[in-house]
């Protein structure tokens, strides 16, 4: 892994694990310099650094909650002092937990909207004003919208509101030449999907797709590095269904 020293800047929210993880190591692997964003990991995210830094790749670890503003704005501030401008951005960053609508706390609702839906207005918004021209952006929806499965209106409403971010900002940004789309993941072995269910749900999510497994996170980051890559340039405003044909 060479990363040359006027590498392109890619910031990955909620990168200390999961999918996140896997997209930093992908884009690293690309030849970005990575900003590995964390809200409170930080012995993993410290750790998937020290691992790309040993490939050869730059990056850093940058703690920020990204559903409060000037988290955000630091997060933006610290990687261009240490890696550069930014060129890529990807909104990883979420939470998910399954209820009812009937029985969703005002805690609950209040924590989703907050990271899933401003943390999300927060960084494009910074985004406007911070990236280089030509640059990506890729955030994350979630197959689950199109599936409209019970404990899951909560969560789906914060990522009808994050694919219709994706649809308004592409045009938004408009003479700029910055893409934004948005990857919409099935079902993906992590903790993230994994906790909290037996087995027998498990495998009836790994039975759903025509390809009969449940995504792996590589899956995801592939999609990411596609759409943050050269051979997307003509893909904007779209929401890319990485699900195995489950929906």
């Known amino acids: 892994m060479n990363t040359p020293k006027n590498a392109q800047v890619a910031i990955v929210t909620g990168a200390s694990r999961g999918i996140g993880a896997a997209v930093a190591q992908r884009l690293a692997k690309d030849g970005f310099a990575v900003a590995v964003n964390y809200a409170s990991s930080s012995a993993e995210a410290d750790a998937l650094v020290a691992q790309l830094t040993a490939a050869g790749a730059k990056a850093v670890a940058v703690k920020a909650d990204v559903s409060n503003a000037d988290d955000v704005r630091r997060m933006f501030e610290t990687t261009e002092q240490q890696l550069g401008k930014v060129d890529v951005l990807v909104n990883n960053a979420g939470v998910l937990k399954t209820v009812p609508l009937a029985d969703t706390s005002d805690a609950l609702y209040d924590q989703t909207f907050d990271i899933n839906?401003?943390?999300?207005?927060?960084t494009l918004r910074e985004a406007a004003a911070r990236m280089n021209d030509g640059g990506r952006i890729v955030n994350f929806s979630s197959t689950t919208l199109a599936l409209n499965m019970p404990g899951y209106a909560i969560y789906n409403a914060t990522k009808a509101a994050v694919e219709s971010f994706?649809?308004?900002?592409?045009?938004e940004l408009r003479g700029r030449n910055i893409t934004v789309n948005a990857v919409a993941p099935g079902p993906i072995a992590t903790s993230l999907f994994l906790d909290g269910k037996t087995e027998e749900q498990i495998q009836t999510f790994a039975k759903m797709p025509p390809l009969q497994r449940l995504g792996q996170p590589d899956d995801i980051a592939s999609v990411v590095a596609f759409l943050a890559g050269p051979d997307a340039g003509w893909i904007n405003g779209q929401i890319l269904r990485a699900n195995g044909g489950i929906a």
């Open 117 to 122: 839906v401003r943390g999300t207005f927060n």
């Open 166 to 171: 994706t649809h308004v900002f592409a045009k």
